[in-house]
Each structure stands twice: as structure tokens, then as C-alpha cells.
């Protein structure tokens, strides 16, 4: 017999009792075992793999997603939902055989390929409205009709003069951007591998002990609630790797925390959705991010997640300056203390964390696969756990397994479903052309670009989950942004006059009428309107021409990075915010005043990504990138000051301007002395506040937001 309990996103999953439960658990038992035997002896070839993958987590999507909400007391739905997946798991397995017979054929579909295919992407369309919503569903459907007959019809650059349906089929199916492509390859070994690790991580009690360290730091300091939310959620990030469960996991112990410390509820929520959020920007697993980025640039995982450490640290930090800033302005005082200190945390589960969590990062720095690393760091968590209170048994490792099969349904099918929707984008030129529309509007000003990109990211968060916004918005964008980046560097190179002969060349063929801008120094400004001003035609081949690969690749994986941060801003932007609405079910508080605060809360999702485009945050060298770390630390505080009208203590209208003013100063790139006199002013105007403020009355009732 089965029942229904809401999950983490709202949705209602199905959950078994007896002898059900248990052959559930085995079967995601074995799924776990299945593909950790297969990263270390690929027996099965790249798209066998992938397909057994979707085939597996395909049946646990119809277990334990039902068809409907309603009903499902008694057989009928069950049974029905079983024969689904089934026929999806079966499918997809006879599709992965059938590849060579379909190649002797001609690539030729026999009546069971057809049969097979149909069962495959009509359960894929259904399974992701089941775990996702309806939003992907219908963009996979209007991907698939577009190329298969629609888009004929459609005038101008997205015309498309269509595909048979066999290789719209085939093409769905067996393309390296297809259910069983790339990204599905990705879902199958690098995510699944790190959710185990950090099921295990969970099951050992690491997650206490992130939570009892963080108060043990932060606890007894001023809005110390607030800042243990921070700092937990970004510790559990480095587990997880998602908001939703963030804010779940750590939520129901720090938001009370801060209702109790006189937080207004909305706060609070506000709070631990902003924080939560950042646990996908965090560090070694990032939600299935990092792995994706890594697919589409080809840049080593462990190169991307080192370079993200400093960013996610300053989006923490800007966090929790606001959380301060609230606390002071409201006149909070720290809360009792409760007898937690550092030593006792590290001494009651610290091993559980830090074992593990060193040795992965050891292991990608030596040169391990990410998948290799994963593994080992299973291992690492269950030797660790014996140092501690927990140590894991033979249940506690087999609940570890069955813990990560089930947080990997929803990623699983996800990720494979997707790909139907970017090898529809692949195929058809949409890529190129969204591109090329990109540059056009925003007439080769990054600024510009970054602000579309964020609207589209917000229009598209409306509807898909992070890692499917992301995966989405950097086919189409990505090219462009990286291309308007690399930009930067070839105007420094033509403004500084060392700009190779073989380029000036092309640019006098292609631009004929600037030979007069060519032939004297020009001013970096002169520079930038040329550039920008070049037709795609004759930009590109000059700045393959100029631009470093060292370069174009830190371009690359600026404009990637900057997509995959906007993209979070579904989690604490209204009108969805899942994060957010999580958030405020824990706080008792309004879904939509919680969002909003958690929207205020999160503007370092906004002004960071202006980093990674006009300074070497991400691309240079580890001074370099400290020095703009330190910057953005005093002019996040300052900016943070003056939305809040607050410091230490209160601001009047002057200083926040000044404040403000001060904050941008400090961020402003490519000029240093800039920055510094920013920096120098924030220092002045916190003095100022501190020495000449006045201190607001003690709060005693929760605090208004």
C-alpha cells in the first residue's frame, strides 16, 4: 500500500509502507552500487551507460511521482505508474542496444525502434511534468515540432525548413546533445557520484555538525542567528549543492534561531533562502553546475571550482553584512549562551566533515577525476565516521545509498529530458542566431548584455529549475557574452597600438571605411566604438587572430559562470522563489513578503557576475584575484550600507549617498586608484557612523523588515 507526502518543492511524492518500501529500496540500492561499479569499470560504452542511467531513475520517477494527486489509495494508479516506467526503463534500454543495427540498416528505424523511441521521449515529456512542472514539457514538445514541422512556417532568422520525423527520432535519441548525450553523461557519473557522497556526508552527521559549528562561531555575536544561517547553508552547500534542501535541512534550526533572537519572520525566511541559494555556488559540488560548465567548455572541473571559492565567499559575505546591518539597525542583542562551543562540535561529529571533505578536494588537486574523487570520498566518509558518534554500519551505508538514489530522481530525469530541448537548439542554428540577436541589441556593451541575459534568466526561472535555466541560457547566450568579453582584450591591443599586422589587415578589408581610425593612435574609446561596430563576419576572425587561448578560455568561463550566477535568481526572485517560499512555510510567514526579503537579500547575485565580466576575478592570477576579492568586500559593505540606511548605527539621506557612492567606487574596475579612494571612503564613512551614530533603541519584539 502506498500514501502521499508533500516533498521539498511542493509536489506530492508517493511513499510505501512494508514490503513495498523495502523493494524500493533495494532498487535504488542497487542503482547507487550499479553506477559506482561502472565508474571504475566501464563496461558498458558511453551511451549504454547514459541510458540505463535514464532507464533507472525513470522507474523511480513513476514510483514515487504519481500521475495524479488525487486517488491514490488504492492499486489502480500504482499499477498504472509501474506500467510506465516499465515500458520507459525498457525502452530505453532496447534503444541502447539497437545503435549498431540501426547504423546497418542506414539509419533506419525497424517497427520496435519506433515503438521504443515514441515510449522513450513521450515518458521523458511526462516524467519531467511529474518532478518539474509543466514548463519544460511544453518546451520540449515546441522544440521537437519546431524542427519536425513548424518551423518552416516561422519568417525570418528562426526559419527552419524541417527534419523527417525518423531523423528528428533518431537525432533526439542518439545525438551528442540528445537524452543520452553529453548531459546525460554528466547526470550519470559526475552529479549521481557527488549526490551519493553527500547522502553520505548526511547520514554520517555531518549536517549536525555544520549547524553546531556555525553557532558555535557565530552564535553569541550580534544578529549571530542570522550569521549561523549563513554559514551553516554555505557549509551544507559543499553537501547538497541545493537551495531547496538547503533551506529545508537547515532552516527548521536557524530560522526559529532568528525569530527567537527578534528577526521579523519574513527576515528570517529571507534570510536562509538568500544563504541557502548560495549553496550552489559553493564549492566543491555547486548542484550539478559545476559539472555541466565543465562539459560545455571543456575547462577542468577542478579548475572551475577552484576559481568559484572566492566569489561564493564574497556572496556570503554580502549576506551576511545584510544580516548585520539588520540586526544593528534594529538593536538586536545576541542571544543567551547556550553552551556550544568550537571544540565541542569538532569533538562530537568534526571528523565526519572534514575527513571527507579533505580528501575530495586533496584528490581533485593531485589530479583525480571528479569521479574517482567521489568515490574515494564515500569511502573517506565511512572510515571518518567510525572517529565520531555515528559511525556507519552496514544499514547506515545502505541507507546512505537509498538516500541518494532518491535525492537524484528529480536531477536525473531532469538532465536526460532536457537534452532533447538543447539538441533541438544545436540542431536548428537557435544558438547562434539567440547570439548573434544578443550582440545586436546590446551593441557590444557587456553591461548591456548582462542585463538581458539576467531578464531572460529571470523569464526562464519562472518555469525551469536552476540547472535547466542555466543549461538552457548558456546554449543560447554564452557565445556571445564570451565573445563580447574576449572583446576587451583585442581594444586594449588596438588602443595600446600592438595590434598584429595580419589583424589590421582584415579589419581594413572587412571595415575599408575606418583606414583613417587604423592608421593613427587611437584612444581606448575610439578603440571600443570600432569593435564594437565590426560585423560578426570580420570580429570573429579578428579576435582569433589576437585573443590568447589562455584568454578566450578565461572568457569563456567568465560568461559561463556569469550565467549559471543569474540563474540562481529564480530560488529568491517573486513571482517563483522556491527557496524563498520554503522558507517562509518554515517561518510562518507570507510566501511573497519572504521572497521580496530574500530578493533584497541576494543582490550579490546581481553585482558579483559584473566582476567576473570587467575584472580578473575569475581569470587571473591568485593576487589578482585576492585583490579583487578584498575590494569587493568593502564596497559589497558599503553598497549594503546604503540600501539599508544602516551601518553600526543608523545613516542619514547624505551619508548613504555618500555610501553609496563609495560602494561603487570600490567596485569599479580597471582602476585601482579608484578603488582605493572607495575603500579609503567607506573606512571613513563606518567611522564616521561608529564615533558620531546614534544608537537605536533595544528591540524586544520581533523586528519589522
Not at 216 to 223: D, E, F, T, W, Y
Request: charged letters at 10%; proline letters at 5%; one cysteine or more.
Amino acid at each position: 500500500m502506498s500514501k502521499n507526502e508533500e516533498d521539498e518543492d511542493g509536489g506530492r511524492l508517493r511513499s510505501f509502507d512494508g514490503i513495498a518500501d523495502n523493494a524500493l529500496s533495494f532498487i535504488c540500492f542497487a542503482i547507487a552500487v550499479a553506477h559506482i561499479y561502472v565508474a571504475f569499470d566501464p563496461v558498458l560504452s558511453e551511451l549504454q551507460r547514459n541510458a540505463f542511467h535514464f532507464a533507472g531513475f525513470a522507474m523511480l520517477a513513476a514510483l514515487l511521482y504519481p500521475m495524479w494527486r488525487g486517488g491514490t489509495g488504492n492499486a489502480a494508479p500504482l499499477a498504472i505508474d509501474f506500467a510506465l516506467g516499465f515500458a520507459v526503463a525498457v525502452s530505453a534500454v532496447w534503444l541502447a542496444q539497437a545503435e549498431n543495427a540501426i547504423y546497418d540498416r542506414g539509419v533506419k528505424f525497424a517497427t520496435t525502434d519506433w515503438i521504443a523511441a515514441s515510449i522513450c521521449i513521450i515518458g521523458a515529456i511526462e516524467l519531467t511534468r511529474r518532478v518539474a512542472g509543466i514548463v519544460i514539457p511544453i518546451l520540449i514538445i515546441l522544440s521537437l515540432t519546431y524542427v519536425a514541422y513548424w518551423g518552416r512556417f516561422v519568417g525570418g532568422v528562426f526559419s527552419f525548413p524541417g527534419l523527417s520525423p525518423e531523423t528528428v527520432a533518431f537525432r533526439s535519441i542518439y545525438g551528442d546533445d540528445a537524452m543520452f548525450g553529453t548531459i546525460a553523461r554528466i547526470s550519470s557519473t559526475y552529479v549521481f557520484l557527488f549526490i551519493i557522497f553527500g547522502a553520505f556526508l548526511l547520514r554520517s552527521g555531518a549536517g549536525e555538525f555544520v549547524i553546531n559549528m556555525a553557532r558555535a562561531v557565530a552564535g553569541k555575536l550580534v544578529g549571530g542567528p542570522g550569521i549561523v544561517a549563513v554559514i551553516a547553508s554555505g557549509l551544507t552547500g559543499t553537501i547538497s549543492g541545493s537551495a531547496v534542501a538547503n533551506t529545508a535541512s537547515t532552516g527548521v534550526i536557524t530560522i526559529p534561531l532568528m525569530k527567537r533572537a527578534g528577526f521579523a519572520p519574513k527576515f528570517a525566511g529571507g534570510v536562509e533562502a538568500a544563504a541557502s541559494t548560495g549553496g550552489q555556488l559553493m564549492p566543491p559540488i555547486m548542484g550539478a553546475g559545476a559539472f555541466v560548465m565543465a562539459s560545455f567548455t571543456q575547462i577542468p572541473y577542478e579548475t572551475i571550482v577552484a576559481v568559484a571559492a572566492l566569489p561564493a565567499l564574497l556572496y556570503f559575505l554580502s549576506v551576511a553584512f545584510f544580516v548585520r546591518i539588520e540586526a544593528r539597525r534594529n538593536n538586536l542583542q545576541p542571544i543567551p549562551d547556550e553552551g556550544q562551543t568550537l571544540g565541542s562540535a569538532f569533538k562530537q561529529g568534526g571528523a565526519s566533515f572534514i575527513i571527507p571533505i579533505c580528501t575530495l578536494i586533496g584528490l581533485l588537486v593531485v589530479g583525480y577525476t571528479p569521479t574517482y574523487a567521489a568515490v574515494f570520498g564515500i569511502l573517506a566518509v565511512i572510515a571518518s565516521s567510525w572517529l565520531t558518534k555515528n559511525p556507519m554500519g552496514p544499514k547506515a551505508v545502505f541507507e546512505a545509498f537509498v538516500m541518494g538514489s532518491k535525492g537524484m530522481v528529480l536531477t536525473a530525469v531532469l538532465l536526460c529530458s532536457v537534452g532533447l530541448v538543447v539538441n533541438v537548439i544545436a540542431t536548428a542554428g537557435i544558438g547562434n542566431t539567440f547570439s548573434l540577436m544578443i550582440t545586436s541589441w546590446a551593441g557590444g556593451n557587456i553591461l548591456i548584455a548582462l542585463i538581458l541575459i539576467a531578464l531572460a534568466s529571470l523569464v526562464l526561472g519562472m518555469g525551469l529549475p536552476v540547472t535547466a535555466a542555466y543549461i538552457v541560457l548558456a546554449t543560447l547566450s554564452a557565445p556571445a557574452l564570451s565573445g563580447m568579453i574576449s572583446d576587451q582584450f583585442v581594444i586594449t591591443q588596438l588602443a595600446a597600438g600592438t595590434l598584429p599586422e595580419a589583424a589590421k589587415a582584415v579589419l581594413m578589408f572587412g571595415v575599408p571605411e575606418q583606414i583613417e581610425l587604423l592608421s593613427r593612435e587611437l584612444t581606448r574609446d575610439e578603440a571600443s566604438g570600432l569593435i564594437r561596430s565590426l560585423p560578426l563576419e570580420i570580429a570573429a576572425p579578428v579576435r582569433d587572430l589576437v585573443v590568447p587561448p589562455a584568454v578566450a578560455t578565461s572568457a569563456l568561463l567568465s560568461a559561463h559562470m556569469i550565467i549559471f550566477w543569474l540563474s540562481q535568481d529564480s530560488n529568491v526572485t517573486p513571482p517563483v522563489a522556491l527557496a524563498a517560499f520554503t522558507a517562509a512555510a518554515i517561518a510562518k510567514a507570507p510566501a511573497m513578503a519572504t521572497g521580496v526579503a530574500s530578493w533584497k537579500l541576494a543582490k550579490g547575485l546581481y553585482i558579483i557576475p559584473v566582476l567576473f565580466a570587467y575584472t580578473p576575478f575569475l581569470s587571473g592570477d591568485w593576487p589578482a584575484m585576492i585583490q579583487v576579492f578584498c575590494f569587493g568586500v568593502v564596497g559589497v559593505y558599503a553598497l549594503a550600507g546604503a540600501l539599508q540606511g544602516c551601518m553600526e548605527k543608523p545613516l542619514g539621506i547624505v551619508m548613504r549617498a555618500l555610501s553609496l557612492l563609495a560602494g561603487i567606487a570600490t567596485l569599479w574596475p580597471e582602476m585601482v586608484f579608484v578603488n582605493i579612494a572607495g575603500a579609503i571612503a567607506a573606512f571613513g564613512i563606518l567611522a564616521i557612523n561608529i564615533r558620531f551614530g546614534r544608537t537605536p533603541p533595544v528591540t524586544t519584539a520581533p523586528a519589522t523588515a
